[in-house]
T-cell receptor, first 117, second 112 residues
Framework: AAGVIQSPRHLIKEKRETATLKCYPI?????VYWYQQGPGQDPQFLIS???????DKGSIPDRFSAQQFSDYHSELNMSSLELGDSALYFC????????????????FGPGTRLTVL | AQSVTQLGSHVSVSEGALVLLRCNYS??????LFWYVQYPNQGLQLLLKYTTGATLVKGINGFEAEFKKSETSFHLTKPSAHMSDAAEYFCAVSVSGNQFYFGTGTSLTVIP
């Protein structure tokens, strides 16, 4: 079965540079979530989108922005990168059920490992 | 607000021994509960989930968990540990399928 695809898998950037992470959800899934996992830490929710609209916002820095496109893929844009942004960034997707409730399961991609030097 | 507490950041068991990873949650409404496993340098893989119905849920790789509302717990167990079970395990809670709140994770080591 098709899974969540994230690209690139690894990214190395310098401080103050920008980075763009891409997420392709499972086919027919309409909701995308972004998480940040620092070294030795649990995943922290950043932001989510449903039908191209932001649906929930977590601890996402103002330097970061994200959007969901008409084909449901999502991009996380990160500017003015800092050393502390080095982390594993996960994307997850889910499908909204009839009646307005999200499916109960988020399926995670393999992550993008961002290293800021 | 929702939160998850995983007792024991590191657990070591002998191969063939019982695995018990603890998870307690806090939620103002009935939660959905999940266990995910993460192998080194890999993503999160769903082990099992509880939403409604039977409180004892079975997952992949022989794992199971029991939802105990009175104890606000969702502990993960496996009768006999295998070397391939060595990984990081995360308990997560969500409400109505929105954002997940993860515990801090438990690193499982299996001793030959």
């Amino acid at each position: 079965a098709a899974g969540v695809i994230q690209s690139p898998r690894h990214l190395i950037k310098e401080k103050r540079e920008t980075a763009t992470l891409k997420c392709y959800p499972i086919p027919r899934h309409d909701t995308v979530y972004w998480y940040q996992q620092g070294p030795g830490q649990d995943p922290q929710f950043l932001i989510s989108f449903y039908e191209k609209m932001q649906s929930d916002k977590g601890s996402i820095p103002d330097r970061f922005s994200a959007q969901q496109f008409s084909d449901y893929h999502s991009e996380l844009n990160m500017s003015s990168l800092e050393l502390g942004d080095s982390a594993l960034y996960f994307c997850a997707s889910s499908l909204k059920l009839i009646g307005g409730l999200h499916t109960d399961t988020q399926y995670f991609g393999p992550g993008t490992r961002l290293t800021v030097l | 607000a929702q939160s998850v507490t995983q007792l024991g950041s590191h657990v070591s068991v002998s191969e063939g021994a019982l695995v018990l990873l603890r998870c307690n949650y806090s939620s103002s409404v009935p939660p959905y509960l999940f266990w995910y496993v993460q192998y080194p340098n890999q993503g999160l893989q769903l082990l099992l989930k509880y939403t409604t119905g039977a409180t004892l849920v079975k997952g992949i790789n022989g794992f199971e968990a029991e939802f105990k509302k009175s104890e606000t717990s969702f502990h993960l167990t496996k009768p006999s540990a295998h070397m391939s079970d060595a990984a990081e395990y995360f308990c997560a809670v969500s409400v109505s399928g929105n954002q997940f709140y993860f515990g801090t994770g438990t690193s499982l080591t299996v001793i030959p």
